[in-house]
């Protein structure tokens, strides 16, 4: 029987960490079950955040072929812009995308936000259909950050399914998310 090479990588939001929310918890899961995964520290902060830095740190481990058609990303609030774009740059299709709390195009959460994300932004965003075989877009009816209609636009325009969690937030440690098992059946 030949070995799956199935892998996974978790890309955090915004000032964000592989530390925080349900990652570290994901990736123990998925570690435990025998697979490679993959959470890698972003550039944040203003001025360091931004897709060319993000994409550069991403490339590195697409140059090492840890990135491919067996590949299953998952990502969390400005990580699902990110990725898309990424895959539609560098046209790699991967198996699956686990999107949370996607938006693309969305401005008002507050300055610093608005301006680390920007360049996260693309156009297009349904082109990123062709570059990955499943889209699962998690969201919710009250995050705080992101506007309902602005993540329900995002699953619209890609999602091969969408799950809504009612009165989930913005599906983070501080919506009391540490854990995530809703997501756990679409690895």
Known sequence: MEKSNDNYFIIHGSFGSPFGNWFAWLHDLIEED???VYVPQFPIGVG???YANWSKLLSYYLDLGLIHENTTIIGHSIAPAFVS???MEKKIKVKKLLFVCGFNQY???NEEYDT???SMYLDHLEEVKQY???IICFYSNNDPYVSYEAEKDFADQIA???VCI?????INSESGFDTFEDLVSYL
């Open 34 to 36: 025998g697979k490679q």
């Open 48 to 50: 360091y955040q931004n």
């Open 85 to 87: 774009k990424f895959l």
């Open 107 to 109: 401005f008002g959460i």
């Open 116 to 118: 680390v994300n920007q």
């Open 132 to 134: 990955a075989n499943e």
């Open 160 to 162: 091969t399914e969408q």
């Open 166 to 170: 009612p009165n989930a937030g913005h």
